[in-house]
């Protein structure tokens, strides 16, 4: 004890003392914690944890709706991700192990209140595993739990996965059906697109549309979806209809006549028709007996005699018969309507369905091709450079001198779906009437040309050319024909029809379809008269000019001559012919001789060609005087 210490104080302890210090603060000794890796002048903490969590978000999202949609039925195109959905072990193991790495990874951002400590990573990982396979369980229960046994794939409905639990339960049910069960069937509902598999086409300068059948069976449509694809360029359009939006068929089938091939006549309904029709489509097709044809449900066409009848010999549907071309022997159960078509393109079928929601089975391999009908059959009326100017129907065509023995080829042009077929007709006019007919043959383009150059100069890809129908899309062609003259007369050459691959025909009219020539004989000219032709003094004789051809001449000529006088002195001179004789006025001696003819179709100059013109001389008398002497 010190001595400066006074009596009555305490004795503070040195553990007293110690206790009574204040401890030392723990947050001063600890460090503070290390910034995010991503600035706070770019984005608050509260920002970085909102972006990250979206992100997280999204790619959960993604995963369970890509795992789940097989269930809902929803037919929707697959996209990239389509293919890393749940279904197996691997699967399973895979977005585990992808999803402790992405959360591990967002650790090292160090984000305030999403950077989890390495106990809390093994939390998470194991609550992923967990759901994950969770997801494999609900989305292939069989393939999870082996013991169970569960029939039928998972694409037969929303309620598959449930099967699971009833196989368990089966146990405690008893081996007879009790109860009251509902079950909803429902029907095989179908949809078929041009049941007949018919071709179509469509006018040129046709302002109609093109009515497109689809017979629907067991129910009736809601929306119709179809492709409208390019037959040259092969891109596709998505349309969408209404049912209640599309062409109805008329309560009464348009009056065409029909036909059975045999010369026979058969009318609908016993009736004649105004404007009967003549395509042999109203015989295979609209006939509901004898030859007629029959949709069996299908889509194979045949006739009541049961033989198959080959559609691709049949010309296509034109809008005008489009709403009449159906199947006769519909059931109660079929429907049909009308698709609405205005140019040309191939139509397939995508979806159909009906009020409820539920799909129409679309029936296969079905689609309607829709051309452009042939046309054309208008003759060159001239060429300048690389333009062609086409005759036209306004004025009538007018006569066009030719001569006989002449070849020339005349142009036209066609348009359609190649090879095409031309037919010609020249009719001659007068004495016999004579009519002589021809056919052009194989009138089409090199469809590999033409897929060459068009994949060359990039205005086609080379991955579109499958889907391109070039081999259906009209094309205009011009054409020459070779036209002969071997004898005069009047003659009219024409156009009569225009036949497309598909067999539908053409028939050309008006003054543009036709040329008239007018073939005139080649004339020659001589001179009618003897070598030597006697002339008087101050007098004038004719010589006669013959034009030798056959008929009358129908041109006037020209004839060049040459006279050279009696002194040596040559001249030309020009004679008009209007006839077939003309005669020749002369008044000096000389020698005439024909040179040249000059004319339409003027021939040459025959024999005798040459006349010598002589002056007769003038009479002299000699007189003599004699005295006679008387005896």
Not at 406 to 417: A, L, M, S, T
């Amino acid at each position: 004890m010190s001595s400066q210490q006074k009596l009555g104080t305490p004795i503070k302890s040195s553990s007293s003392s110690s206790t009574s210090a204040p401890p030392p603060s723990s947050q001063a000794s600890s460090t503070p914690p290390a910034p995010p890796v991503i600035p706070s002048t770019w984005l608050t903490s509260s920002e970085q944890r909102l972006v990250i969590s979206a992100i997280i978000g999204l790619i959960e999202i993604s995963k369970l709706w890509d795992t789940f949609s097989p269930l809902l039925h929803l037919d929707i195109t697959p996209t990239w991700s389509s293919s890393s959905r749940i279904q197996g072990p691997y699967s399973v193991i895979s977005w585990t192990i992808f999803e402790i790495i992405l959360v591990y990874s967002i650790s090292l951002l160090r984000i305030p209140m999403l950077s989890p400590s390495s106990k809390q990573l093994a939390v998470i990982a194991a609550g992923c595993l967990l759901i994950n396979s969770l997801c494999w369980f609900i989305i292939e229960p069989s393939a999870f739990l082996f013991s169970i046994n569960v029939v039928g794939p998972a694409a037969l409905g929303g309620e598959w996965y449930w099967n699971w639990l009833y196989s368990i339960k089966r146990y405690s049910q008893p081996s007879h059906l009790e109860g009251v069960h509902k079950i909803r069937l429902l029907p095989y509902s179908t949809a078929t697109l041009n049941p007949l598999s018919l071709t179509y086409c469509i006018p040129h300068d046709s302002s109609g549309p093109l009515y497109i059948p689809i017979v629907f069976n067991n129910s009736i449509p809601e929306e119709v979806s179809y492709f409208v694809r390019s037959l040259e360029t092969g891109h596709a359009t998505l349309e969408r209809i209404s049912g209640n939006q599309m062409k109805k068929s008329p309560s009464r089938t348009p009056k065409l006549r029909i036909t059975d091939g045999n010369g026979e006549e058969d009318y609908e309904d016993g009736e004649l028709s105004e404007e009967p029709e003549t395509d042999p489509l109203s015989a295979l097709v609209l006939q509901s007996e004898g030859g007629g044809v029959n949709f069996n449900g299908n889509g194979n066409n045949h006739n009541h005699n049961g033989l198959e009848i080959d559609i691709s010999k049949l010309p296509s549907v034109k809008p005008s018969d489009s709403l009449s071309l159906i199947p006769r022997n519909l059931a109660n159960s079929q429907n049909v309507l009308f698709l609405t078509i205005n140019k040309p393109s191939l139509i397939t079928l995508k979806s159909v369905k009906d009020k409820r929601g539920d799909k129409f089975n679309i029936t296969p391999h079905k689609e309607a091709i829709i051309i452009e009908c042939p046309t054309g059959g208008q003759f060159v009326a001239e060429e300048k450079q690389d333009k062609l100017i086409l005759k036209n129907d306004k004025s009538k065509s007018s006569k066009e001198l030719r001569c006989i023995g002449e070849e020339e080829i005349v142009k036209f042009q066609v348009r359609g779906v190649g090879p095409l077929k031309v037919g010609w007709k020249k009719k001659s006019y007068g004495t016999g009437n004579k009519v002589e007919t021809g056919l052009i043959e194989g009138i089409e383009e090199d469809l590999d040309l033409i897929l060459h150059q068009e994949s060359v100069s990039g205005e086609d890809p080379i991955d579109n050319l499958p889907l391109v129908r070039k081999d259906k899309v009209s094309r205009t062609h011009t054409v020459p024909l070779r036209v002969s003259h071997s004898q005069s007369g009047t003659f009219t050459l024409s156009l009569t029809s225009v036949t497309d691959s598909l067999h539908n025909t053409y028939n050309p009219s008006g003054h543009s379809s036709e040329k008239i020539f007018n073939v005139i004989s080649r004339p020659s000219v001589r001179f009618d008269a003897p070598a030597t032709i006697q002339l008087l003094h101050n007098q004038k004789t004719n010589i006669p000019v013959h034009v030798v051809v056959d008929g009358s001449l129908q041109q006037d000529l020209e004839v060049t001559y040459a006279f050279e006088a009696l002194d040596g002195k040559r001249t030309t001179k020009k004679i008009k012919l209007s006839g077939k004789r003309e005669d020749l006025v002369i008044s000096e001696p000389g020698t005439y001789t024909l040179i040249d003819l000059e004319g339409a179709c003027a021939g040459g100059v025959m024999e005798p060609s040459s006349v010598t013109v002589q002056m007769v001389p003038l009479p002299t008398m000699d007189m003599s005087v004699t005295t006679l002497h008387e005896w």
